[in-house]
């Protein structure tokens, strides 16, 4: 009997033990719970967490305080998270923000997990935007490539990357960041980025006489937006380099763009020329008389001289 009173006292120690250990973690749940109204997020998050390895030793009994922490501590996570932002420690933030959706999707809390997902690309691209706004234009380049790895399909982290390539002076690296974000929804400002892009190259590519190169840029541009001064490059790097033919079409292009542009006397005046080198006197003529239409749109001397050339062709 001595025995199994040894054994009934013991069993009732082991029953006090456990109620207590039930008591502790109830109420350090508790805690947490009052700790968030008060808005003490850190002390909340500390508490449910305390108690979560508390009510798991518990087994069966523990379990409905383990379901409340495990559906409430990622959600003061993601708040903590969503506090760095306000406070602009981006890095802090988007290092909660993953810790956010590890243990959300662990605890099977997929809502809290999809919204962090959703918010890391958002806070790269605050970062970044606050290196391109401060002119750390390096910084903003590895910034927004970090956006890029998070989200691919972000045009606008694209747009902004190819801008910050452009002004760190990697213009290949702009280009196809710009290419990006055209496939990716920002047509418009990217194709406006690329048309500047390729005309810059194509009015250097002239100065530096290359003019195979001048054209090619200059066509390229107008893949991105058809514009009178591509056709301008590329009209007088063909006569430049004896493309005649070329010449004519590039220009007549223009004229077609710019009808009333201050220099289209000049530029039908070249078109007369070029006429005038394959020996068609008529078409020559013609253009020359265009030329002269408007006086105040061609230069005085190539007035004189188109003068000169439609009292000479017969």
């Known amino acids: 009997m001595k025995k199994l009173i040894i054994i009934a006292a013991s069993m009732l120690f082991a029953g006090i033990a456990y109620a207590q250990d039930l008591a502790t973690a109830t109420e350090t749940f ?20 305390e108690a979560l390895v508390m ?4 087994g069966e009994d523990g379990a409905d305080i383990v379901a409340n922490c495990k559906s409430s501590i990622p959600i003061l996570m993601f708040s903590l998270a969503k506090k760095a932002v306000n406070e602009l420690e981006y890095d802090k933030a988007v290092t909660g923000l993953k810790e956010t959706i590890e243990v959300a999707t662990k ?15 958002q806070v790269l691209m605050q970062k970044a935007n606050g290196f391109f706004n401060d002119k750390d234009y390096a910084a903003a380049v590895e910034a927004y490539k970090a956006v890029l790895a998070e989200d691919a399909a972000n045009g606008m982290a694209s747009l902004r990357l190819g801008a910050a390539l452009k002004a760190t002076g990697d213009k290949e690296g702009a280009i196809e960041a710009f290419k990006a974000a055209i496939e990716n929804g920002q047509d418009k400002q990217a194709s406006k980025q690329l048309v500047n892009l390729y005309q810059q190259d194509a009015a250097a590519s002239l100065k530096a006489k290359k003019y195979d190169d001048a054209i090619a840029a200059a066509l390229e541009s107008n893949k991105y937006g058809e514009s009178a001064k591509a056709y301008q490059i590329a009209g007088t790097a063909a006569s430049n380099g004896g493309k ?5 079409e590039y220009f007549e292009k223009y004229i077609e763009l710019a009808p009333t542009a201050k220099n289209s006397g000049d530029i039908l005046f070249s078109i007369a020329v070029s006429y005038q080198q394959l020996k068609d006197n008529a078409k020559a003529k013609e253009y020359y008389q265009k030329a002269i239409a408007d006086p105040t749109k061609i230069s005085a001397a190539n007035l004189k001289n188109a003068q000169a050339m439609i009292a000479a062709i017969k």
Request: proline share 2%; glycine share 6%; aromatic share 4%.
């Open 30 to 49: 508790n805690n947490g719970v009052t700790a968030n109204e008060a808005g003490n997020v850190e002390m909340a998050l500390q508490s449910f967490k």
């Open 55 to 58: 009510a798991e030793a518990l």
């Open 107 to 121: 605890y099977g809390v997929d809502n809290v997990a999809d919204d962090a997902t959703v918010l890391i690309p």
């Open 244 to 248: 005649t033919k070329q010449a004519i």
